[in-house]
């Protein structure tokens, strides 16, 4: 029988993947065994037997399927370096700049959030003595509307936002008489929503978090203003607060309400719950559309240490009655979806 070593073409090979066990097989592959086709093999004479040519040809396969697999290899090391880079490469550097740069940017949003935070808190301190001075006096002569302590919570908004971000007005025009009470309903994009909204010296009840009464001074004060605390996860909690609201404002007492319930995440316009125009339904009250714009900018949602410059809108709507919850809820919407737009802000489809 003709031998794997008989064939001339493989003299010079330094290792045979055919050989017996007993032999010593060198696993390293020398370069130049891919150029090997297998049309330099010699044909094995005629009547041999056909496994010799049979394994030469499998001996082929392996070299090239071996080969195949190195490149392949190969690229994909290559791939992986370009991606990640190794710890000195200039596309670590690059992104070490990137992220040195954008920390250098937020450096000072962030001392300028601290800033607002602590004006925030100096004024609150000495205004909050003046309303629970006047607070007896609130109680006995304006229970219900506490139209003193809403004048004094407007001097704390203007003293804390006026040095940080503008605010401008349009439609003032459109608000009802300063006894007539009304369901204001706005949208919802910022932390910054609300101190913009006590710029506007009106006396209606916010709805908030229960947990914010607990907040030294801010809580305080805002239990002394009658705002309502509402848990959310609790239907009952949810059931009174829209009693409370119904008799606030057939007492003379306007409420204020962000139907979104919650704020934009994204800076769309998100669907409006139905509580606030079930009131005005049954009490037969107006309805005051607001548009907040720029609030999600200078302060984002999630980003509350954050303040960036920049200037809010406030647009005031003309006021719609109706005896119908729903069809209130959709035009307030619709009312406050076409200003969004107009401004060139998103706004979800409405459920």
């Given amino acids: 029988m003709v031998t794997f070593s008989s064939l001339r073409p493989f003299d010079p090979l330094p290792f045979s993947p055919l050989a017996s066990s007993s032999s010593s097989i060198n696993p390293r592959i020398p370069p130049t065994l891919p150029r090997i086709q297998l049309g330099f093999l010699r044909i094995p004479p005629k009547g041999s037997p056909n496994v010799r040519f049979d394994r030469i040809s499998e001996l082929h396969h392996r070299l090239s399927y071996t080969t195949h697999q190195r490149r392949r ?3 994909l090391v290559r791939s992986e370096i370009a991606r990640t880079g190794p710890s000195s490469s200039p596309h670590e550097l690059s992104g070490v700049i990137f992220d040195a740069v954008t920390t250098e940017f937020q450096l000072v949003p962030r001392i300028r959030g601290v800033c607002f935070y602590t004006v925030s808190a100096v004024s609150a301190i000495f205004l909050f003595t003046m309303m629970l001075v006047a607070h007896p006096f609130v109680v006995l002569f304006d229970r219900y509307r506490r139209q003193a302590h809403h004048l004094i919570a407007k001097a704390w908004a203007v003293l804390t936002v006026a040095p940080f971000y503008g605010i401008r007005f349009k439609g003032l025009e459109n608000m009802p008489l300063a006894n007539a009470p009304a369901v204001y309903v706005s949208n919802h994009r910022s932390f910054l929503d609300t101190y913009t909204l006590l710029t506007l010296g009106k006396s209606f009840k916010f709805i ?30 949810q059931l009174d607060c829209l009693k409370r609201c119904i008799d606030l404002v057939k007492k003379g007492a306007s409420v204020f309400f962000f139907p979104e319930g919650t704020r934009s995440k994204d800076g ?3 669907s409006f719950k139905k509580g606030a125009f079930s009131i005005a339904a049954k009490t037969g009250v107006l309805v005051v559309p607001i548009t907040l714009m720029g609030t999600g900018e200078i302060m984002p949602p999630g980003e509350e240490g954050l303040l ?9 709507h003309k006021p719609i009655k109706g005896s119908n919850a729903e069809a209130l809820c959709r035009e307030a919407r619709n009312v406050i979806a076409s200003t969004l737009v107009h401004h060139g802000y998103g706004v979800h489809h409405s459920d």
């Fill in 73 to 75: 290899r190969g690229m």
């Fill in 208 to 237: 908030s978090k229960a947990s914010i009464f607990v907040i030294p001074i801010i809580g305080w004060a805002m239990f002394l203003m009658g705002i309502i605390p509402l848990h959310r996860m609790d239907s009952r909690s």
């Fill in 268 to 270: 769309k316009l998100g």
């Fill in 308 to 316: 960036n410059l920049g200037m809010v809108e406030v647009v005031i």
